[in-house]
T-cell receptor, first 114, second 112 residues
Framework: KAGVTQTPRYLIKTRGQQVTLSCSPI?????VSWYQQTPGQGLQFLFE???????NKGNFPGRFSGRQFSNSRSEMNVSTLELGDSALYLC?????????????FGPGTRLTVT | DQQVKQNSPSLSVQEGRISILNCDYT??????FLWYKKYPAEGPTFLIS?????DKNEDGRFTVFLNKSAKHLSLHIVPSQPGDSAVYFC???????????FGQGTRLTINP
């Protein structure tokens, strides 16, 4: 079974621009979560989507948004980029059974804001 | 507020010996715990998990122990191998929420 895929793998943007990142979950997984990893803050939860609905949200400003499509693929968007948005953005998918809540991560998108 | 803490930023262990990585949590609502391994420029790889109804879970060389009264969990790797060198993260979730709270990670180095 193919793992979680994320595109693009690397991205360089300028302050003030916006960016869209894409994630394809493992086949059959309906829950997709997004995380931000930075050296200072570590791995932080952004939001989670299930059946095209945002079900959980972390403590990030409204510039960070996402959506999920009917095939469970997900995108996240960051508008008005700031230097501090430079990070590794990770997508994870989950089968979500009654006995386990493991999330499986993609390789990430490295975003650099200049 | 750091709800999940890994107090050791790094750990060095000789090949073949036991590696013990520790994690503490403060939120008593957490009821599911996971360990991930991460190499540079890759996403975290799931290793092992444990539900709060258990105090131990084993998978091959990896064993996770949970002490709910102390709000402490540990990951034991026996025997340690050079390929185990990576950053290890513990994570926790509450009541089935797909929202993992991660520790800061421990860099494990296995010396030959």
């Amino acid at each position: 079974k193919a793992g979680v895929t994320q595109t693009p793998r690397y991205l360089i943007k300028t302050r003030g621009q916006q960016v869209t990142l894409s994630c394809s979950p493992i086949s059959g997984h309906r829950s997709v979560s997004w995380y931000q990893q930075t050296p200072g803050q570590g791995l932080q939860f952004l939001f989670e989507y299930f059946s095209e609905t945002q079900r959980n949200k972390g403590n990030f400003p409204g510039r960070f948004s996402g959506r999920q499509f009917s095939n469970s693929r997900s995108e996240m968007n960051v508008s008005t980029l700031e230097l501090g948005d430079s990070a590794l953005y990770l997508c994870a998918s989950s089968l979500e059974s009654v006995s386990s809540y493991e999330q499986y991560f993609g390789p990430g998108t490295r975003l650099t804001v200049t | 507020d750091q709800q999940v803490k890994q107090n050791s930023p790094s750990l060095s262990v000789q090949e073949g010996r036991i590696s013990i990585l520790n994690c503490d949590y403060t939120n008593s609502m957490f009821d599911y715990f996971l360990w991930y391994k991460k190499y540079p420029a890759e996403g975290p790889t799931f290793l092992i998990s444990i539900s709060s109804i258990k105090d131990k879970n084993e998978d091959g060389r990896f064993t996770v122990f949970l002490n709910k009264s102390a709000k402490h969990l540990s990951l034991h790797i026996v025997p340690s191998q050079p390929g185990d060198s990576a950053v290890y993260f513990c994570a926790a979730s509450a009541q089935g929420a797909q929202k993992l709270v991660f520790g800061q990670g421990t860099r494990l180095t296995i010396n030959p």
